[in-house]
């Protein structure tokens, strides 16, 4: 009993000194302030601010040093060579072509999931992902030449394959409707979200029209419009949801508002665009007029710049696990998520700002 009690007593020890020096470790890291990386620099009212990079699983943190001596020491997992990126319920997605899997890293839950499944579900190349309101995700995976499925469970649901040369690199569910890029045959295929039933082609004009998609690589969808990064005419093209051609925004050239690699591309509430560059490795942001407002990144040097980045993603939901990192001047509207498929930094996230009044 007293062997017991004196076992109890060493735990609840052990415990209390761990606390007590997670506490005066947090103490300190907080005392250490970084500089601020700011798009555009001072004095120019900022925008944007580089917040943080996620690399892998240590980004959640370590364990403490109680939680390891019961556990085991931790393995870290690293993200290898990320692509496209969603963000869903404060979780974020993550292709890892480089190691045919998913990360998937949750952050209220603190977890870091690396999604590899095998059988009729397995990943060889996977480019694009998307996660729907019922948390279903779909993945287009050009070495599979599939768009594969998976429930909100992460189990294999289903996939679409196309006959003919299907090479999927975007993809974005609208209302009932999938919309998934297809480059080698020129068009966006359209399918049926519950049946996954090809319903029709978007993107029907002929070379040499203006609206004519020589390779539509990326698309995002508001609730007028289609956006479509065309890598093969450098701009991204404007259409209504119809298919009707309407505009376009940037030109060939490597001057400010053109495109020489452009990729990624998402929205924000405002319809401001935000177009990746994998060449300039920045990224351009339009008004909804398409006329440039500024630009962040740059060729890799350190913290906040980019190398061959390929996907944006915005996400307002989860700004309140990176507001530690924002500048004590500014609010944040919501984050602006890169990735990078080389350098150190594999997922940058940066922030909309609004000065605090």
Known sequence: MKKKKYLIFVLIFAISIDLVSCSIFHKKSTEIKKESILYPAPPDTARIQYLTTINGSNFLGKRSKFSTFVL???EIRYINKPYGTAMRNNILYVCDPGAG???IIDFPKKKYTTFAPAGSGQLKNPLSCFVDTNEYIY??????HEVVIFDSLHNFKSRINDTGDFKPTDLMVYGN???VTNPSKHTINIYDKKTFKFLRNFGQYE???DGFLYSPYNLFITDDKVYITDFGDFKIKVFDHQGKYLNFVGTYGVGLGQFVRPKGIA????SNLFVVDAGFENTQMFNKDGKLLMFFGGSYKGPGDMWLPVKVTIDY????YFKKYVDPAFDLKYLVIVSNQYGPDKINVYGALTPKK
Do not use: F, H, N, S
Not at 267 to 270: K, L, P, Q, V, Y
């Open 139 to 144: 993945v287009g995976d050009q070495g599979r």
């Open 317 to 320: 939901d989860g700004i309140k």
């Open 101 to 103: 899997a998913l990360e």
């Open 72 to 74: 085991g020491k931790e």
């Open 177 to 179: 409707e999938l919309w």
């Open 207 to 209: 070379q040499g029209d």
């Open 267 to 270: 929205c924000d509430r405002e």
